[in-house]
């Protein structure tokens, strides 16, 4: 008599779950999707329109200013006047900010976020890939091991002689029979518990429209809204209906609260940080500055001390002494990638920088500076990558960030024809075949220095809204050039094999000096005495300089 195998069924499982997992994240993006639709038509951000100017204002005043005029002194009016409202009036007061999303999901503990911001971070935190996906899928498939064989010896009387036999066992199937049918029965009741909150925030999404962001929760002892919502739900257990309807309020009063706080102002934060950062207000901005003037760079304030253990003295030194408000990752994980500040901001950075500098030179009565239309290869956000070995990970993650080619990307190598302008012409992407070297380095082909490659490009006078290099120790001998170039607003760098002498403490003090601010520090296990960097520029008056 013959048993069927259990490893004939052993792809069962593996697929349901691949298939459940798959769906899961299917309903909950589009869950996502229909809420945020549902938020942008319910009046915006607090009752504004969705528009792609509308997280600047001087690019709304801009916008709705420059089209109409027919003339450039008319262009120049324009902009004057949407500077003058927006800069002096709504970046100092916002009155339209709402900051209750992260004072509801960090328990309080953060309440200087707004929601367009704490939205972005929401977005980013959960679609950030921890780890390879072929990774998460083997080491699924690697936990539903198969059935397992045994061989046993037993003993048996046949016709009165002992004899013994080895017999060959398959574990029985029939010890997991139950897993199948639980895990159908749980998706099932997850898929249709979810099917039914979303019904119903759809329901109240629409039901409330506009009107969500127009009510404020009444002042209360601790949290209003907690407290409010929880009157509403005891109120309304008579019924599982009313209950969730209760929750529901709750929940819409709490998304909905604006902050009381009007007289908010952003004015240093996005002086200090050329516009890259709008939506600190100076309260907190404040505390960053005498957080990063106070900060000690050094172990007993002795800069050379461990000098000797290159590895420690990277870590006992030296640390970032600035919290960017929307630090991300572009490029996921592994090596390549580089943490950026507030990289939202780039897009349409140039227009900002356009709008600013023709309203300042009209204010200066500059007339032909004034009257210069907008143009991206004078104003366009400008990215240099040197050093990739044909990797454009970060390069790519740029793109898809921004969401479009707006921003030139310049990338240097001439370790290879490392040329993809063939396959994404559309994607901006500009490889050169040169090497990067210091203005103090003895010349030689394929290598320029800064100020040469400028030059051959056409970028006197452009903002490099990013500078990322890594070319393997060269940044010890070029680090003047790009620290002291004013027109460089992050720098993204990774930094090998501290040197055994004053040169380390000089390298790292220059960054500072320079108003070059760092946010963040990452240790490449790659690379042994290896770190990642990352500067923002800020004016003199962050550092009380």
Known sequence: MKRRSASSRSWVLPTVVAVTTSLFTIQAFVLYQLLSAGDSKGGGRNGQQASPSA????????????PASSSSTSMVNGILAATERSRTAMTSTDPHRSYAMAYHD???MIDNVDDEAWQRARQWARGFRQQPICAIIITQLLRLSPPTTTIETAT????????????????????????????????????????????????????????????LASPSAGDPVAAAGNANVLASSSSSTSMINGILAATERRTAMTSNEHDRSYGMAYHDSFGMIDNVDDEAWQRARQWARGFRQHTKNK??????????????HYDPYFSCPEQRRIGMVGDGPKWVCNMHRLKGIGERRWKEETAAAAQAQSSAAAASAYDPKKYGCLIYSIGSNGDYTFEDSVYDDIGGPECEIHI???????????????????????????????????????QTIVKRLGH????IDLFKIDCEECEWSSYPDFVEYDNIRQVL???HHIKNTQLSVDFFDAFKNNNLVMYSKEVNPLGGATLEYSFIRMRPSFLGD
Do not use: C
């Not at 398959?170 to 897993?179: C, D, F, K, Q």
């Not at 993809?420 to 030689?444: C, E, L, V």
């Not at 006197?460 to 903002?463: A, L, M, P």
């Open 55 to 66: 997280g600047d204002p001087v690019a709304a005043g801009g916008n709705a200013n420059v």
């Open 106 to 108: 960090s328990f309080g």
């Open 156 to 215: 048996m009387n046949v016709r009165g002689h002992k004899k013994t036999k080895t017999m060959m066992k398959r574990r029985s199937a029939s010890s997991r029979s139950w897993v199948l049918p639980t895990v159908m029965a749980v998706t099932t009741s997850l898929f249709t518990i979810q099917a039914f909150v979303l019904y119903r925030l759809l329901s109240a999404s629409n039901a409330k429209g506009g009107q969500r962001n127009d009510q």
């Open 303 to 316: 800069p050379l001390s461990y000098i000797y253990l290159k590895e420690f003295w990277f870590y006992t």
């Open 412 to 450: 240097f190598d001439f370790s290879g024809d490392f040329d993809r302008a063939s396959i994404n012409p559309q994607r901006n992407m500009h490889f050169h075949k040169w090497g990067y070297q210091g203005s103090k380095d003895a010349p030689k082909e394929p290598f320029a220095d800064l």
């Open 460 to 463: 006197e006078g452009r903002v």
């Open 493 to 495: 760098i990774e930094v």
